[in-house]
Protein backbone atom coordinates (compact mmCIF):
# COMPACT_ATOMS: atom_id res chain seq x y z
CA UNK A 1 0.00 0.00 0.00
CA UNK A 2 1.67 3.15 -1.05
CA UNK A 3 2.02 5.83 1.74
CA UNK A 4 3.30 9.61 1.19
CA UNK A 5 4.66 10.09 4.89
CA UNK A 6 6.59 6.20 4.66
CA UNK A 7 10.37 7.48 4.91
CA UNK A 8 12.32 5.73 1.57
CA UNK A 9 15.42 5.35 3.94
CA UNK A 10 16.25 4.88 7.69
CA UNK A 11 20.03 6.42 9.01
CA UNK A 12 21.11 4.19 11.70
CA UNK A 13 24.19 5.65 14.09
CA UNK A 14 26.12 2.86 15.76
CA UNK A 15 29.08 2.53 17.61
CA UNK A 16 30.97 -0.85 16.37
CA UNK A 17 32.94 -0.94 19.28
CA UNK A 18 29.71 -1.21 21.64
CA UNK A 19 28.29 -4.07 20.23
CA UNK A 20 26.17 -6.73 22.66
CA UNK A 21 28.70 -10.03 22.99
CA UNK A 22 28.85 -12.71 25.53
CA UNK A 23 32.59 -12.82 26.70
CA UNK A 24 33.14 -15.04 29.21
CA UNK A 25 35.93 -12.52 31.08
CA UNK A 26 34.75 -10.39 33.77
CA UNK A 27 36.39 -7.13 32.10
CA UNK A 28 38.99 -7.39 28.99
CA UNK A 29 40.15 -5.43 26.94
CA UNK A 30 38.47 -6.78 23.46
CA UNK A 31 35.20 -6.43 25.07
CA UNK A 32 33.13 -2.99 26.80
CA UNK A 33 32.84 -3.32 30.23
CA UNK A 34 29.55 -4.89 31.04
CA UNK A 35 29.23 -3.85 34.65
CA UNK A 36 29.10 -7.69 36.16
CA UNK A 37 28.92 -7.54 39.92
CA UNK A 38 30.96 -9.84 41.31
CA UNK A 39 30.01 -12.11 44.75
CA UNK A 40 32.03 -15.04 47.09
CA UNK A 41 30.79 -17.74 48.56
CA UNK A 42 33.07 -18.55 51.19
CA UNK A 43 33.76 -21.24 53.95
CA UNK A 44 34.84 -19.47 57.45
CA UNK A 45 36.89 -21.34 60.16
CA UNK A 46 34.93 -22.17 63.17
CA UNK A 47 31.87 -24.13 63.76
CA UNK A 48 28.01 -23.76 63.91
CA UNK A 49 25.57 -25.62 65.45
CA UNK A 50 22.39 -26.13 62.68
CA UNK A 51 18.97 -27.07 64.05
CA UNK A 52 19.77 -30.90 64.42
CA UNK A 53 22.85 -30.07 67.00
CA UNK A 54 25.22 -31.24 64.07
CA UNK A 55 28.61 -29.14 64.24
CA UNK A 56 29.11 -27.50 60.68
CA UNK A 57 31.48 -25.04 58.71
CA UNK A 58 30.47 -21.59 58.47
CA UNK A 59 29.20 -20.76 55.10
CA UNK A 60 28.19 -17.49 53.80
CA UNK A 61 27.09 -16.88 50.32
CA UNK A 62 27.30 -13.41 48.18
CA UNK A 63 29.84 -11.46 50.08
CA UNK A 64 31.91 -8.87 49.04
CA UNK A 65 35.72 -8.77 48.38
CA UNK A 66 36.56 -7.83 51.70
CA UNK A 67 35.21 -10.03 53.14
CA UNK A 68 36.51 -12.81 51.10
CA UNK A 69 39.67 -11.79 51.57
CA UNK A 70 39.34 -11.80 55.63
CA UNK A 71 42.30 -14.18 57.59
CA UNK A 72 39.64 -16.63 58.56
CA UNK A 73 38.67 -17.71 55.21
CA UNK A 74 39.25 -21.39 54.16
CA UNK A 75 37.70 -21.17 51.15
CA UNK A 76 36.20 -19.13 48.69
CA UNK A 77 34.35 -19.13 45.53
CA UNK A 78 34.23 -16.24 42.66
CA UNK A 79 30.74 -15.69 41.45
CA UNK A 80 30.12 -13.51 38.20
CA UNK A 81 26.78 -12.12 37.84
CA UNK A 82 24.94 -11.16 34.64
CA UNK A 83 25.38 -8.15 32.48
CA UNK A 84 23.69 -4.97 34.22
CA UNK A 85 24.97 -2.92 30.79
CA UNK A 86 23.54 -3.73 28.08
CA UNK A 87 24.35 -2.90 24.32
CA UNK A 88 22.32 -3.39 21.40
CA UNK A 89 23.42 -6.46 19.25
CA UNK A 90 24.48 -4.57 16.09
CA UNK A 91 25.72 -1.41 18.27
CA UNK A 92 23.07 0.87 17.40
CA UNK A 93 22.60 4.00 19.14
CA UNK A 94 20.10 6.00 17.74
CA UNK A 95 18.23 5.94 14.11
CA UNK A 96 16.46 8.88 11.98
CA UNK A 97 14.56 9.16 8.78
CA UNK A 98 16.78 11.96 7.54
CA UNK A 99 20.58 11.96 6.81
CA UNK A 100 20.45 15.65 8.23
CA UNK A 101 18.93 14.40 11.61
CA UNK A 102 21.37 11.72 11.98
CA UNK A 103 24.46 14.12 11.39
CA UNK A 104 23.09 16.82 13.71
CA UNK A 105 22.62 13.99 16.53
CA UNK A 106 26.40 13.17 15.95
CA UNK A 107 27.44 16.70 16.11
CA UNK A 108 25.43 16.86 19.58
CA UNK A 109 26.80 13.85 20.94
CA UNK A 110 30.19 14.72 20.21
CA UNK A 111 30.11 17.90 22.07
CA UNK A 112 28.09 16.42 24.92
CA UNK A 113 30.33 13.40 25.09
CA UNK A 114 34.01 15.73 24.28
CA UNK A 115 35.81 14.95 27.92
CA UNK A 116 34.87 11.42 27.29
CA UNK A 117 35.69 10.73 23.83
CA UNK A 118 33.59 8.04 22.49
CA UNK A 119 35.75 5.63 20.49
CA UNK A 120 33.46 5.73 17.23
CA UNK A 121 30.20 6.61 16.00
CA UNK A 122 29.32 5.31 12.13
CA UNK A 123 26.63 6.49 10.31
CA UNK A 124 24.88 4.03 7.96
CA UNK A 125 21.91 4.24 5.67
CA UNK A 126 19.15 1.61 5.14
CA UNK A 127 17.19 1.66 2.57
CA UNK A 128 13.55 0.54 2.84
CA UNK A 129 12.04 -1.96 0.10
CA UNK A 130 8.23 -1.27 -0.63
Same mark, same amino acid.
Given at each position: ?40 ? =?????? !? ?9 ? =? ?5 ? $?? +? ?32 ? !?? +???? $? ?16 ? =??? !? $?
Amino acid at each position: MWNPFRPKSVWVVHNPKQRARLCHKIECECCPPLGRPVTYD =IVKEGF !ATNSEGEIEDI =IMRGVSE $SQ +ANADDVKQRVKRIGAPTIQYHPLGVVAAFTSKKK !AL +AFID $SHFREQQDQSPDSLELSE =IKL !A $S
